[in-house]
């Protein structure tokens, strides 16, 4: 099997983590923004979390540079089409990209301009390429619960018109959820989706309560379930997804090794993975990457490939129309 050339399906991939390093130097040069370098491999230097990276919090750090660059309707609009144009050249059917609103307002668009201008990158790229998306909203726990309430409310007129969930993310404390429980279940009450970061820094409580608590369908990352006997129960038995990122899962040191990955484990253990960049730039990596660094390492089959797909398919956030166009891709 050829990776490469397979059909794919990505659900979890921030925006942020994912600007063309070219883009940026790009960007700065015309908008007279001052970045460290306008050198392309001093660029990359700056924006790719190293694999001793030391942690999740050392690994936040690289997005500061890229949001510098995401401040204007132009700019965001780019950087969408330019992402769902590289995932299409990986043969990336459908793909749902996360953004947190609140961090593009710096120059003063507003949170329904910044989510209008994510949409319109993504439906042009729709238009030109073989791709579909739809549009998850971050909301940074780092902040307070009523700006999670800001993002709910002033993203709920896109839902069902690119926007499909809610998500929380940036640095992981133990039991963030409960700050989170009116804001998101708000969410919930306007139709947003739920997928939630979690167990991801060594706490695999908080993927229990983001369950049980916010209600989440799937969780991102979710590794440390496997030190959390209720936790990998309840993702066991209410199916929850988990979106898998094996090299940013190295750099955030969630694993101190591929091969100590835990994913494997859990798929044939019947836990639903999905396998995914988390940030293209950031982690310096492309769906192919991440599969071929899995495939190797865990000596998987063509038949895990189908299986971790079809997981992908069902757990996706969108229509059935096209989720019933991307089971055709991997019939037999
Ligand atoms: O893997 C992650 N865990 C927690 N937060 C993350 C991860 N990758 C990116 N982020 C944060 C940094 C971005 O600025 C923010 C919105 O995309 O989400
Ligand atoms: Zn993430």
Redesign the pocket.
Same mark, same amino acid.
């Given at each position: 099997m050829n990776i490469a050339d397979m059909p794919k399906i990505e659900l979890h991939c =921030?925006? @942020? $983590?994912s600007v063309r390093p070219e883009t940026i130097i790009d960007i700065a040069k015309w908008d007279g923004i001052r970045i460290l370098s306008l050198d392309i491999e001093e660029m990359k230097e700056e924006l790719i979390a190293p694999l001793d990276c030391r942690s999740?919090d050392e690994y936040?750090e690289k *997005?500061s540079i890229p #949001?510098a660059v995401m401040q204007t309707k132009e700019n965001l609009k780019r950087i969408t089409f330019e992402l769902f144009e590289d995932a299409a050249n990986e043969q990336v059917k459908y793909m749902e990209v996360? *953004? /947190?609103p609140l961090?593009h307002t710096q120059q003063g668009l507003t949170v329904e301009e910044i989510i209008a201008s994510v949409i319109e990158g993504m439906q042009e790229a729709e238009d030109q390429f073989d791709i579909k998306g739809n549009i998850i909203l &971050?909301c940074m726990r780092t902040m307070a619960p009523e700006r999670a309430f800001e993002v709910v409310e002033k993203g709920k007129a896109f839902l069902g018109k690119g926007v499909v969930a809610i998500d929380l993310? /940036?640095s992981e404390e133990e039991g963030f959820c409960a700050q989170f429980i009116e804001p998101i279940s708000l969410a919930r009450e306007y139709g947003y989706r739920v997928t939630i970061?979690a167990g991801?820094t060594g706490i695999g409580k908080n993927v229990l309560e983001a369950v049980e608590w916010l209600g989440a369908e799937r969780i $991102? =990352?979710g590794v440390y379930i496997k030190d959390c006997e209720e936790a990998y129960r309840v993702v066991k038995d209410k199916r929850i997804v988990l979106e898998i990122c094996p090299t &940013?899962n190295v750099q955030?040191k969630a694993v101190t090794r591929f091969e100590d990955h835990p994913l494997y484990d859990f798929h044939r253990d019947g836990i639903e993975i999905t396998i995914n960049t @988390? #940030?293209r730039t950031v982690s310096d990596t492309t769906m192919a990457k991440e599969f071929n660094i899995v495939w190797n390492q865990f000596d998987m089959s063509d038949e895990d490939y189908r299986e971790i797909y079809m997981n992908s398919v069902e757990a996706s956030f969108a229509m059935d129309e096209i989720k019933e166009e991307l089971r055709k891709y991997l019939v037999d």
């Open positions: =921030h925006l @942020d $983590g999740l936040l *997005f #949001n996360r *953004f /947190a961090l &971050s993310c /940036a970061h991801e $991102g =990352h &940013s955030t @988390d #940030n």
